[in-house]
């Protein structure tokens, strides 16, 4: 009867604790600034944050590609055209725990079909050392270093460490995803950023004005929306200079992107400054003096800054399946620029592709990015409104 009696009160006192947390929370809640409920809401959505680790692990990749390829990605080696993704080992064929190593590679062909093999040298061994001196490069073209995050201490002729195998000249694939990777994030993100400024701009004139400026924004609108896509891709991309520089060839891809994405974000801007033009904490900042400048950049844009935020992040993927179907087809970049549309070139080679499958991992690269925005932005437009149940 005592323990019971001890086990009830124990009992009543945990649930007597987690109300009294339950209560803090919620009068928590009551106070809490806007960022906090969208921080709290977000924070529920494990997708979404393991998103945003997937997100900054590709985006460090890629700010710091030169680092992180064991290779220079035009560095070509005969002797391992289409390899196969090289095997890591930690235990040789007698037991022995060696570390993380490789064996070496010899090149065999087959007598029937003639077919190029690569076969394991059990006899050679090469360990993988972190932080290797390897290929010089030029990090971010400024910082002269020779160190790479990983490698075999021995020249790319004799050996190397295929990640993900080899190309049909030779070249890591692994590095070359890495270093296309800077071009192909990056691009959705430029891409996303000036359809940002062209979509509030426009939208906030059409719908805080609204009248002529009204109808001239709808009407051009409605034409690019009227447009197919694809075909009005390929014409402008086409359009662009073939003798242009690489790196104007991607502003101009950029900048197409961009004149082409800016018309639903416009739409959803219009559509929010019609409702909230008539709302009365508009019309008091009106009466206390407030330009109309101030009005729509401090009262009406922050009231759903979430939303943009929201949609932006859900556009982005739609600027790199852009990018890379552009360049898949070559009206996009081309080689000798690195992206990963670029590098799925090599999957219109059916020969490659039926020798080599490990070529078209770089839309495995694509997907998983799509992927990783898609569910960052669902966590981020649930968290918009964090007072819905």
Known sequence: MATNGMNQL??????LQAELEDTVKSDQIYVAPQWKLIWWKFRKHRLALISVGVLFLLYT???FCEFVAPYNPETFNTRFTLAPPTSIRFFDESGTFRGPFIYGITRARDPVTLRPTFVDDPEVIYPIRLFISGTPYKLWGIFDSDIHLFGIDVPHEEAGVFLLGADRLGRDLFSRIVYGARISLSLGLVGVFLSLFLG????????????????????????????????????????????WPVIWVYFGITVILSLIGWTGLARVVRGRFLALREEDFVLAARLVGSSEMRII???????????????????????????????????GLRAPAISWGVLLQEAQNLRSVALAPWVMLPGAAVVMSILAFNFLGDGLRDAADPYAR
Do not use: C, K
């Not at 001239?216 to 609108?221: H, K, N, P, S, V």
């Not at 401090?298 to 360049?327: D, K, N, Q």
């Open 200 to 243: 509030v701009v426009l939208g906030g004139i059409s719908g805080y004005y609204g009248g002529v400026a009204d109808n001239l924004i709808q009407r051009t609108i409605e034409f690019v929306r009227s447009i197919p896509a694809i075909p009005l891709w390929m014409a402008l991309s086409a359009a662009l200079p073939p003798n």
């Open 297 to 331: 950049l401090r009262h009406m844009v922050p009231s759903f800054l979430s939303y943009i935020i929201a949609t932006l992040t859900l556009a982005v993927p739609g600027m790199i399946l852009a990018e890379t179907g552009l360049s898949f087809i070559g009206l």
């Open 61 to 63: 990749t890629a700010i």
């Open 10 to 15: 124990r009992d009543g006192g945990t649930n």
